[in-house]
């Protein structure tokens, strides 16, 4: 019979500390905090497919400890609800591709607010690379958040391979117009060279020239990706095999 007002003052204390807790939680006071998100792919080139979406929640481990079923501020009205996603649009900027976060901190602590981000396309996210992690800690002394490493690599859109087309064919007509004609009159008539090597000597060179073009383009544009590899492995082997077929033809005129 004694363990029974033991008992009945353990379930006063737990419910006093539940209590307290949670005033506690629904006491403190939010304001808002944006913050600009970066994000890349897996070659650490900025994300290039503007149609996904940000997705934000409290972290539902973190939403245990909160004291409460959500947090809010009331200028302008933002709620975080438990469990609830929050979406923001992906823009660019000099600096990559980015989602400005509207974010609740604590207004009078450091103490941070642990969100769960994601990024998402068709309401599927998108994996992490590995070490990259889903959750972000902001409080109102955070300045600007770890750009996130998404692991794949970036579309490449039909208007991609039209600009990267474009930029060669124009890098062809300059290195033609530039280099060609006047490297080929330079041998011709300055260096008295013969018309098969000033003709080999020209093309090998301006092949060479749009080699490194399309080098620094695939790899400034696409980054270090298979496409970028091939681009340049076949540019090579042109280059590689005008060489060759000068040096075994070994005629003069």
């Known amino acids: ?29 939010f304001v808002l905090k944006k913050l600009k998100q970066y ?6 080139q900025p994300w ?18 909160l004291g409460s079923d959500e947090i809010s501020i009331d200028n302008p009205p933002i709620k975080y609800a438990i469990g ?34 994601e990024l998402q396309k068709n309401n599927k996210s998108i994996a992490f690379v590995n070490g990259s992690k889903s959750k972000v800690e902001v ?14 690599a970036n579309t490449i859109f039909l208007k991609d391979w039209l600009l990267i087309a474009g930029i060669l064919l124009a890098g062809a007509i300059l290195v033609y117009v530039l280099i060609f ?15 098969p090597s000033a003709e080999h000597f020209t093309w090998s060179i301006s092949l060479l020239l749009m080699l490194g073009i399309a080098a620094a383009l695939t790899l400034f544009y696409l980054g270090p990706r298979l496409e970028t590899w091939i681009i340049m492995g076949l ?11 000068w040096l075994v033809s070994g005629k003069e005129a």
């Open 84 to 117: 609830e996603w929050h979406y923001f649009s992906l823009q660019r900027d000099a600096k990559g591709t980015f989602a400005e976060v509207d974010y609740l901190v604590y207004k009078d602590s450091t103490d941070p607010v642990t969100y769960q981000v």
């Open 39 to 44: 994000w890349s792919d897996n070659n650490n």
């Open 139 to 152: 409080n109102n002394d955070s300045v600007e958040q770890k750009t996130l490493n998404l692991n794949q």
């Open 1 to 29: 019979m004694k363990t029974r007002p033991f008992i009945a003052l353990c379930c006063l204390l737990a419910l006093c500390i539940i209590t307290t807790v949670s005033a506690h939680g629904q006491s403190k006071e």
């Open 181 to 195: 004609r006047w490297l080929f009159a330079g041998l011709l008539f300055k260096r008295h060279w013969g018309v």
């Open 235 to 245: 540019m090579g082997f042109f280059w590689l095999l005008h060489a060759m077929v």
């Open 48 to 65: 290039n497919d503007l149609s996904c979406q940000m997705a934000v929640r409290i972290d539902p481990q973190y939403a245990k400890d």
